[in-house]
């Protein structure tokens, strides 16, 4: 049995590798050595800030709850020395798209927003008011003074995770909110002024059906938010159809289609299996952009390079992560010049992480940009993967110079995704979860 067969459900390749194929770098690179031959002309800036008002039940993400205010302060200390020290290594970047995720950004009260856009601008050099500016935020900390700070600094796209506009549900998935300070948030978000509001929504909570599905997607579409990310749950819940994997599996297989059905009778364009967007909306990059050039601030953000992934740390477990953000705040200036973890790509691994990249977007590999980037076939480096996956229906094409999943393909990207990863990969991946 491959992974194919395994289930719809294993797991989002959000980023190839995962963080978890991340090692210990011996010797430490200095930066300036892991960007000096790197193009720096269109460069991504994501700044992570790991603290949450409450840890929701279904949440794989790195950030902590309850921090004290002097922890946030210290974070941001932190955060400007590591600024300043990344600042040094590279030569003249260029920021062409800034995200500023966690956690919760908005945890932040509206003066650290201020202290934080205005370390990123002055120490980093972005002008953030000129490029596409993405910012996290939930329905009980999108207050009208922080959403203030964030559009007049220039935010383009905010993203507010809702999961689901029933009250019991939103309970099942341990995110206690009430539906009125939902719709209370989005009305202050519509009210600032956004160009484009994503509305992130889970399917599979115990106890939800097709209809509270519709009840919650209908309730989104209300605001006809310009994004949509529909979210298959992963945690298994131990009552009801969670019982009985194949059984949950089935029933968000079923949630999804609906849902996907539901938006693109709305008028959505499907943009991969989790995000769907209002054709004309701008030209909203997906943030989980397939270029390599990605510059991260903060203790759980990773930076990319062609040759090199790497972060300060690499633990993911709820339990770690306190421990490790104390660690960051007490680093000194100097220790920021250093990669600490990572995992090196080599040729075929650069190959791999842009075929699974762009499989994953509805809009498919483009064969000519492949060949461009790495003077060689796509069809031919992974003849065997795309036979199996059009044996299974799950691929079309090629079409012209366009390679994409089908729309059942799509469906399983989940299965597709860590299908694809490389032998060296799944081994240091498994290897971590032994710890
Ligand atoms: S708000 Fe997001 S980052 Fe925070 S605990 Fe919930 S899912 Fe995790």
Same mark, same amino acid.
């Given at each position: 049995m491959t992974d194919l067969d395994a289930g719809p459900y294993q797991g989002y390749v959000y980023a190839y590798p995962h963080k978890t194929a991340y090692r210990p770098l011996d010797p430490r690179p200095t930066l300036r050595r892991?960007?000096?031959?790197?193009?720096?002309?269109?460069?991504?800036?994501?700044?992570?800030?790991?603290?949450?008002?409450?840890?929701?039940?279904?949440?794989?993400?790195?950030?902590?709850?309850? *921090?004290?205010?002097?922890?946030?302060? *210290?974070?941001?200390?932190?955060?400007?020395?590591?600024?300043?020290?990344?600042?040094?290594?590279?030569?003249?970047?260029?920021?062409?798209?800034?995200?500023?995720?966690?956690?919760?950004?908005?945890?932040?009260?509206? &003066?650290?927003l201020t202290r934080l856009f205005d370390l990123t601008e002055r120490i980093m050099g972005v002008d953030l008011r000129a490029v596409p500016l993405s910012v996290e935020t939930s329905p009980a900390t999108a207050t009208a003074d922080r959403l203030a700070v964030l559009a007049e600094r220039g935010t383009t796209r905010i993203s507010i995770g809702v999961q689901s506009f029933l009250d019991a549900e939103a309970r099942a998935a341990v995110r206690p909110q009430r539906r009125a300070e939902v719709e209370a948030a989005l009305g202050r978000i519509r009210d600032t002024g956004f160009e484009a509001l994503n509305i992130d929504l889970i399917y599979g909570i115990d106890?939800?059906?097709?209809?509270?599905?519709?009840?919650?997607?209908?309730?989104?579409?209300?605001?006809?938010?310009?994004?949509?990310?529909?979210?298959?749950?992963?945690?298994?819940?131990?009552?009801?159809?969670?019982?009985?994997?194949?059984?949950?599996?089935?029933?968000?297989?079923?949630?999804?289609?609906?849902?996907?059905?539901?938006?693109?009778? =709305?008028?959505? =364009?499907?943009?991969?299996?989790?995000? /769907?967007?209002?054709?004309?909306?701008?030209?909203?990059?997906?943030?989980?952009?397939?270029?390599?050039?990605?510059?991260?601030?903060?203790?759980? &953000?990773?930076?990319?390079?062609?040759?090199?992934?790497?972060?300060?740390?690499?633990?993911?477990?709820?339990?770690?992560?306190?421990?490790?953000?104390?660690?960051?705040?007490r680093l000194p200036a100097e220790e920021f010049a250093f990669a600490n973890v990572g995992f090196h790509l080599d040729e075929a691994e650069r190959r791999r992480r842009h075929l699974l990249q762009s499989l994953s977007q509805a809009e498919g590999l483009d064969l000519d940009a492949y060949r461009k980037r790495f003077d060689t076939e796509a069809t031919e480096d992974f003849s065997a993967e795309l036979e199996i996956l059009t044996?299974?229906?799950?691929?079309?094409?090629?079409?012209?110079?366009?390679?994409?999943?089908?729309?059942?393909?799509? *469906?399983?990207?989940?299965?597709?995704?860590?299908?694809? /990863?490389?032998a060296p990969v799944r081994e240091l991946m498994a290897g971590y979860e032994q710890r």
């Open positions: 892991v960007w000096e031959r790197e193009p720096l002309e269109s460069l991504f800036l994501y700044l992570h800030i790991p603290f949450c008002e409450m840890r929701c039940g279904f949440c794989n993400l790195f950030t902590r709850t309850g *921090a004290p205010e002097e922890l946030v302060t *210290a974070y941001l200390d932190a955060l400007e020395r590591q600024a300043r020290a990344v600042r040094d290594a590279l030569d003249g970047p260029e920021f062409v798209l800034a995200a500023v995720g966690g956690g919760t950004p908005t945890y932040l009260s509206a &003066a650290e106890g939800q059906t097709g209809r509270t599905w519709r009840h919650s997607l209908d309730a989104a579409l209300a605001w006809r938010p310009e994004e949509l990310y529909l979210y298959p749950l992963y945690v298994r819940p131990l009552t009801g159809l969670g019982r009985r994997a194949g059984d949950w599996d089935d029933h968000r297989l079923g949630l999804y289609r609906q849902g996907r059905d539901h938006l693109l009778a =709305e008028g959505y =364009e499907q943009v991969s299996m989790r995000m /769907f967007r209002l054709p004309g909306s701008g030209g909203l990059t997906e943030y989980t952009c397939q270029s390599d050039g990605m510059v991260g601030l903060g203790c759980g &953000a990773r930076s990319y390079t062609s040759g090199l992934h790497y972060s300060h740390e690499y633990a993911v477990a709820a339990r770690q992560v306190r421990g490790i953000i104390d660690d960051y705040v044996d299974r229906g799950w691929l079309d094409g090629p079409e012209g110079r366009w390679l994409r999943l089908t729309s059942e393909g799509l *469906a399983h990207s989940d299965a597709i995704g860590p299908w694809l /990863f490389s």
